[in-house]
C-alpha cells in the first residue's frame, strides 16, 4: 500500500476535509451520551433544574442562606444577584414570571458565565441542603444527626414559637463558623455533582415558593435538550453521509488511476515482460487486486482516522463522568487487543495464498474457454471438471477458513460488550447507591464504553483486511515498478523523407532474457521495397523471432536492424510499428463488427478502402454473404468466424494501413492453396512498391518470392531464389521435397 500512495496525493483536499467532518461527527456522537445524562439527571431526577443556583430566590429565603456562608461566600452570592422590591417599578416586568414578588422582595440571578456558576454551586447548594435539613429536623428531631459528626447544636433549646434561624442568625460569629465547619465536613464526602443533585430539591420548592410552573420548568427542560440531541444527531448524519462520499470518491478515484496506470503500463510491455506475469495473473492484478486497495482506501478514510477520534474521546468523556471505573473500560480493551492479535497472526498468511489461489482459478478458467474446443475434441471434460475443481476447492477451503477465524470476532465482541456493560451496571448501581454517582452519568458511561470497544473493534477489522490489501498493493506496485526493457530514447531520430522502407540485418543475434544460448546468431539479410523475402525453416528455427525484432516485440541481443539507414533503436516505437502493417500468427478479432475490425488500422479509412482490402484479402466473398456486410458482428476472439476467414480479415486490416512494409508470420496457414495463391498475387499487383516479408512452412507459397532465406538452429542456412537453393541448399532442397512432386519444383 505504502508504495501506491502516490495515488492519493491528488485527492489530499479531499481526505483533509474528510478528516475535518470526521472530527465534527465524532463529537457529535460523544456528545449524545452527555445530553443523555443531563436528561437523566437534570430533566427526570432534578425535575428540570439544573444546578444549585436558583434563577430567583426570595429575600427572607437567601437570608437564611447567608447564615451558612461566611463573608467571603455571603459577598461573592450577593454580587451574583439582583434585589427586586415589591411593589416597584422594575418589579413589574417580572410579576408574571414571579407572582411572589407581588408582596415579598425576590433576588434575580445575573447573567453569569459558566466558571462563576460552577463556584456558585457548592456554596448554595451546602447552604439549601443544610437549610432543609434543619427544616426537616425542625419537624422531627429524630432526624438530627449525632454530635459525633460536629453538629453540636440542640434544636430542643429554642424557645417555643420562635424561628430557628432567627436563633441562629443571632449566634457569635464564632459559634456559627463552628456550625459551617462541622456541615462542610458532612458534606466532604459527597462530590459536587451530589451536593447539587441534593440541592435541586430545595430550588424546586423555592421555585414553587415563587408561583412558579415546576412542570413546565421540566418539560422545557427535556424538550430543549432534546431538541439540542436531534439538531446534534442531525449534524452527525450530515457529517456521516459527506465522509462517506467523499471518502468513496478519493476510493474510486484512486482506483480508477491506478487501473489506468496498470492498463496503461501493460501496454507498454514487451514480450520480455509479458513472460514475467501470467495474462490471468495480470488480470486479477488489473481487477481484484486494485478492488481490494479501493475498500480498504475508502475503510482507512471512513474508519481508521475516525477510530482514534471516538476512541480517545470516549476515555476522556467517560474517565470524567466516572474517574474510578476506567479498569472496566481497560479490561474490555485488553480482552479485545488479544483476540484481534490471535486473528491476525492466523489470517494474515491466508491471505496472501488466497491472491495466489485467484490467479491460479483465473488461469483454469481462461484455459477451459479458450480451448473448449481441445477439450472436447479429446473428451476431457471430466479432467478438466477435477481440475477446475481442485482449484476452486483449494480456493473455497482457505477462503472459509479465514471466515471462520474472522467470524469469531462477533460473538467475542458480543461477550466483551455484553460483560462490559454488565460490569458497568454492576460497579455503577453500588456508586449510585452510595450516591457517589448519578443514574445519567452511570448511562454515559455506558455509552462511552461502547464507543471506545466499537473504536478498537473498527480497528481490528482494519488490521484484518489491510493484510490482504496489503498484498494487493504489493502485486500492483510490483507490475506499476516493472522496468521495461524497450523504451523509446532519450534523443530520437527520424526516418528519412521520402521513406522507402529497406530493412537490413547486420550481424544480428538474439537470446531470450534468461537463456543461456541464443535463439538466432549472426543473421544479415536486406529486405528491399518491392520485393518478397520469404523465411522458411523448421518448426522452432527463429523464423518468427527473427521478423519479430523488426517491430521491436523484443530487442535484438547483438548486431543491429536498420531500417533506411536507421537503427530502430534510435527512434520511436510508434512511428517505427507506424511503418509496419504486421499479421501474425493467430490472427486476432476484436468484439464488433466486421468494418470495426478493419477500420482498427485506421480509423479514418474509407469504405472504399476496406472493400479494396477486402477483396485483395479474398474476405469479401464471405463478408458479402451476409446481409449485414461490413456490420457483421464479431464475437470476442472472433470464434464465429472460421481460421481461414480470420485470417483473411487479419491480412486486410493489415492492408487498410497501407504501410511501406508488411509482414506475414504464417499467415496463410489456415489458407487452401487456391485463395492462398490468388492472395498473394493480388497482394503482389496491388502492394508491389512495399516491402514484404513472409514466415512460411509451405514451399509453394515462397516458390516465387525474390528472396527467399532459409533458416536451421537459428542460422541462416540459405539465401536466394527458389531454383538456386534448390542447387545450393540441402536444407531447403529436404523441405521443398517433402512438399511438392518433382513436376511442381521444376
Not at 456508586?431 to 466499537?454: C, H, K
Request: with cysteine; hydrophobic share 45%; charged share 20%.
Amino acid at each position: 500500500m505504502r508504495r501506491l500512495s502516490k495515488y492519493l496525493k491528488p485527492y489530499t483536499l479531499m481526505i483533509l476535509l474528510s478528516i475535518t467532518l470526521l472530527f465534527v461527527q465524532a463529537n457529535a456522537e460523544l456528545a449524545l451520551p452527555d445530553y443523555l445524562s443531563r436528561i437523566v439527571n437534570n430533566g427526570i431526577q432534578q425535575n428540570g433544574v439544573e444546578n444549585a443556583v436558583p434563577i430567583a430566590i426570595r429575600q427572607s429565603e437567601m437570608d437564611k442562606l447567608l447564615i451558612f456562608m461566611n463573608l467571603e461566600e455571603g459577598e461573592l452570592v450577593l454580587d451574583s444577584y439582583n434585589l427586586l422590591e415589591s411593589g416597584s417599578a422594575e418589579a413589574e416586568g417580572y410579576l408574571e414570571d414571579y407572582p411572589i414578588l407581588d408582596v415579598e422582595a425576590i433576588y434575580i440571578l445575573k447573567d453569569l458565565d459558566q466558571s462563576l456558576t460552577d463556584q456558585l454551586n457548592p456554596i448554595l447548594g451546602k447552604a439549601l441542603v443544610t437549610v432543609t435539613g434543619i427544616r426537616q429536623m425542625m419537624e422531627d428531631p429524630s432526624q438530627a444527626p449525632p454530635r459525633e459528626t460536629g453538629f453540636d447544636f440542640d434544636l430542643s433549646l429554642i424557645p417555643e414559637g420562635m424561628d430557628v434561624f432567627q436563633v441562629l442568625g443571632m449566634m457569635p460569629e464564632a459559634q456559627r463558623a463552628q456550625i459551617s465547619a462541622s456541615i462542610s465536613e458532612m458534606f466532604a464526602s459527597l462530590g459536587e455533582s451530589m451536593i447539587t443533585q441534593m440541592a435541586v430539591g430545595a430550588v424546586k420548592t423555592e421555585y414553587e415558593a415563587l408561583g412558579m410552573d415546576a412542570v413546565k420548568i421540566q418539560r422545557d427542560y427535556i424538550l430543549s435538550t432534546g431538541g439540542i440531541m436531534l439538531l446534534i444527531s442531525l449534524i452527525g448524519g450530515v457529517t456521516t453521509i459527506a465522509v462517506g462520499y467523499l471518502a468513496a470518491k478519493t476510493a474510486a478515484g484512486a482506483a480508477r488511476d491506478i487501473r489506468k496506470d496498470v492498463f496503461e503500463k501493460v501496454e507498454s510491455f514487451s514480450s520480455t515482460e509479458f513472460n514475467k506475469f501470467s495474462t490471468a495473473s495480470l488480470i486479477t492484478r488489473s481487477t481484484n487486486d486494485i478492488t481490494q486497495v479501493q475498500t480498504v482506501t475508502y475503510m482507512i478514510i471512513r474508519l481508521v482516522f475516525y477510530a482514534p477520534i471516538i476512541g480517545i474521546g470516549g476515555v476522556i468523556r467517560a474517565i470524567d463522568k466516572s474517574p474510578n471505573m476506567w479498569w472496566i473500560i481497560a479490561v474490555a480493551v485488553i480482552a479485545l487487543l488479544g483476540m484481534i492479535l490471535i486473528i491476525f497472526s492466523i489470517s494474515l498468511p491466508k491471505f496472501k495464498i488466497i491472491q495466489s489461489l485467484i490467479d491460479r482459478l483465473n488461469l483454469v478458467t481462461r484455459e477451459n474457454l479458450s480451448g473448449m474446443m481441445v477439450i472436447r475434441a479429446f473428451n476431457k471434460q471430466d479432467d478438466e471438471k477435477v481440475r477446475f475443481d481442485k482449484a476452486n476447492r483449494e480456493l473455497t477451503d482457505t477462503s472459509l477458513f479465514v471466515a471462520r477465524v474472522m467470524v469469531t470476532m462477533m460473538p467475542v465482541m458480543m461477550l466483551v460488550m455484553n460483560g462490559l456493560t454488565l460490569a458497568i451496571i454492576w460497579v455503577g448501581s453500588h456508586q449510585v447507591a452510595e450516591a457517589t454517582m448519578q443514574v445519567g452519568d452511570m448511562i454515559a458511561f455506558m455509552q462511552y464504553a461502547m464507543q471506545i470497544v466499537m473504536a478498537f473493534l473498527m480497528m481490528s477489522m482494519m488490521f484484518i483486511f489491510l493484510p490482504r490489501a496489503a498484498v494487493s498493493g504489493e502485486r500492483i506496485a510490483d507490475v506499476l515498478e516493472t522496468e521495461i526493457v524497450i523504451k523509446d530514447p532519450d534523443d530520437p531520430k527520424s526516418f528519412p523523407d521520402p521513406f522507402i522502407g529497406q530493412i537490413e540485418f547486420q550481424e544480428v543475434s538474439f537470446r531470450y532474457p534468461g537463456a543461456l544460448d541464443d535463439v538466432i546468431r549472426d543473421i544479415n539479410f536486406t529486405a528491399r521495397p518491392g520485393e518478397t523475402t520469404a523465411f522458411i525453416g523448421s518448426t522452432g528455427c527463429g523464423k518468427s523471432t527473427v521478423i519479430n525484432l523488426i517491430p521491436r516485440f523484443y530487442d535484438v541481443t547483438q548486431g543491429s536492424i536498420l531500417l533506411d539507414g536507421v537503427d530502430i533503436r534510435e527512434v520511436r516505437q510508434s512511428e517505427l510499428r507506424d511503418k509496419i502493417g504486421y499479421v501474425p500468427q493467430d490472427g486476432t478479432l476484436f468484439s464488433g463488427t466486421i468494418e470495426s475490425n478493419l477500420a482498427y488500422a485506421d480509423k479514418n479509412a474509407s469504405r472504399e478502402t476496406l472493400k479494396e482490402s477486402a477483396d485483395i484479402a479474398q474476405a469479401s466473398e464471405f463478408i458479402f454473404a451476409k446481409e449485414e456486410g461490413f456490420e457483421a458482428e464479431i464475437s470476442q476472439g472472433g470464434s464465429n468466424v472460421s481460421g481461414g476467414q480470420k485470417q483473411r480479415l487479419s491480412i486486410a486490416r493489415a492492408l487498410v494501413k497501407k504501410p511501406p512494409i508488411y509482414i506475414f508470420d504464417d499467415s496463410f496457414s489456415a489458407l487452401d492453396f487456391k485463395t492462398d495463391s490468388t492472395l498473394r498475387r493480388e497482394l503482389k499487383q496491388k502492394t508491389g512498391e512495399s516491402t514484404m516479408l513472409i514466415v512460411t512452412q509451405r514451399v509453394a507459397t515462397v516458390k516465387n518470392a525474390d528472396q527467399i532465406i532459409v533458416l536451421d538452429e537459428g542460422r541462416i542456412v540459405g539465401k536466394g531464389k527458389h531454383h538456386e537453393l534448390m542447387e545450393t541448399c540441402e536444407t531447403y532442397q529436404e523441405i521443398a521435397s517433402s512438399q511438392l512432386s518433382k513436376e511442381e519444383l521444376a
